[in-house]
């Protein structure tokens, strides 16, 4: 089992700073990829940013030169640097993990219960 956590959500005007924070907790040698995906009133879930064990990163383009993951294997966490923040990026914030199958359990992936993010004036 895999635990998320998030916090650092808030209400931000636009052009502003928010930093999201997100920490694991449970079998966490079983976590390869990280990420952060977001969820707008009637827009699907889609891909903020992901980072694997290795440090390599993907972005979506929505947010690239604005935001920044980055991850703490030692600590178990990860985060999202997001700044110059726009009205558009108004929604709850999921940290997600891939977590590999293990001798008595299947891959899967973990969901953390979100964190909302207002950016508006």
């Known amino acids: 089992q895999v635990r998320l956590v998030e916090s650092g959500g808030g209400l931000v005007q636009p052009g502003g700073s928010l930093r999201l924070s997100c920490a694991a907790s449970?079998?966490?040698?079983?976590?390869?990829?990280m990420g952060w995906y977001r969820q707008a009133p009637g827009i699907q879930r889609e891909l903020v940013a992901t980072i694997t064990d290795g440090g390599s990163t993907n972005y979506a383009d929505s947010i690239k030169g604005r935001f920044t993951i980055s991850r703490d294997n030692a600590k178990n966490t990860v985060a999202l640097q997001m700044n110059s923040l726009k009205s558009e990026d108004t929604a709850i914030y999921y940290c997600?993990?891939?977590?590999?199958?293990?001798?008595?359990?299947?891959?899967?992936?973990?969901w953390g219960q979100g964190t909302k993010v207002t950016v508006a004036s």
């Open positions: 997600y993990a891939g977590v590999r199958g293990s001798t008595f359990t299947r891959p899967y992936d973990s």
């Open positions: 449970g079998s966490v040698f079983l976590i390869n990829n």
